[in-house]
């Protein structure tokens, strides 16, 4: 059954793609911008702009990888912000600075829009599953508003606080991850390097409750020596940038996740668009016992 309203993607990757197929699914009508014009299967019709979009859409869902995206698809005469309707809402998925957050908001409701931060904890099979954590920012009124949407995409909502919470939890629960690879990478190539069978030692990890169902997947994929990107090093690297940044400007010390950073350096240098645990392969490269 067809729903009434439209929604607007601004960006159409790997995870916007698979949040619209539910939401299409549910009776949403879909259109979409992407700088290349293309994307998702085909199913979709895309516009020549973001301003396109949003003059033709009742939501505006911004899904784009770092602040120069989200600036170069929100402002200016070809930008959403210039086509969008008076109280439409713009639902900003986007993992990005709170600098970054607090400008569109503020720009949002200069142009008569409703603005939520909701950026998404889970990567690509979650996103298959509907099954993100939605992290928003605003009032409770104005995520009512959102609740449908993110409802279809997600398993739960938090409500993170005021505009620009949401932005900040998502720095907060992607350093802890980040950090926490970076630590299993190390103690992987302390066993290889020490001479631990590599197939005991993975599997054990595998067992063992100190490791968290996330990383588990990502030991599973570096024992197979997968690394297709389900949360590319390139992003996770921006955002372990964008976390320690955003803690020295409260004056926070973060020397663990400072180091983490430049290791995750490491792992965009070396292969960008592989997954993030590419730092797995990386180390036992150096390390492996059985070369």
């Known amino acids: 059954m067809a729903h009434s309203q439209t929604i607007g993607f601004v960006g159409f990757g790997a995870m916007a793609c698979r949040m619209a197929a539910h939401l299409k699914q549910a009776g949403y009508g879909i259109i979409a911008y992407t700088p290349s014009g293309k994307g998702g299967d085909g199913s979709v019709s895309f516009l020549p702009a973001p301003a396109d979009v949003a003059r033709n859409a009742d939501i505006v869902l911004v899904c784009v990888p770092d602040d120069e995206a989200l600036a170069a698809s929100m402002y200016g005469e070809n930008g ?7 109280g439409a809402l713009l639902l900003n998925t986007s993992s990005v600075s709170p600098e970054a957050t607090t400008r569109l908001y503020e720009s949002g409701q200069a142009s008569g829009a409703v603005v ?6 889970g990567s690509t099979p979650e996103a298959d599953k509907g099954a993100l954590v939605v992290l928003a920012g605003g009032t409770d009124e104005e995520l009512a508003r959102a609740k449908p949407v993110f409802d279809i995409i997600g398993k739960i909502t938090i409500h993170a606080g005021p505009a620009g919470s949401g932005a900040r939890l998502k720095l907060v629960i992607n350093a802890i991850m980040g950090a926490g690879l970076a630590a299993i990478a190390e103690g992987i190539a302390y066993g290889l390097a020490a001479g631990l069978d590599r197939s005991m030692l993975f599997d054990a990890l ?3 409750a100190v490791i ?4 588990k997947r990502k030991i599973l994929a570096a024992k197979n020596g997968d690394f297709s990107p389900q949360f590319p ?8 940038r964008l976390f320690v940044d955003a803690a020295a400007r ?3 010390p973060v020397p663990t996740l400072a180091a983490v950073t430049q290791q995750l350096s490491l792992t965009k240098r070396a292969s960008p668009d592989s997954d993030y645990s590419a730092l797995i392969g990386i180390m036992e490269h ?4 059985d070369a």
């Open 80 to 86: 959403a912000l210039s086509g969008i309707k008076k």
């Open 206 to 208: 595998d067992n063992v």
């Open 233 to 240: 090093a390139r992003l996770m690297q921006k955002d372990m």
């Open 212 to 215: 968290s169902p996330h990383h």
């Open 250 to 252: 409260e004056a926070v």
């Open 286 to 289: 150096m390390t492996a016992n």
């Open 116 to 121: 939520i931060d909701c950026p998404v904890s």
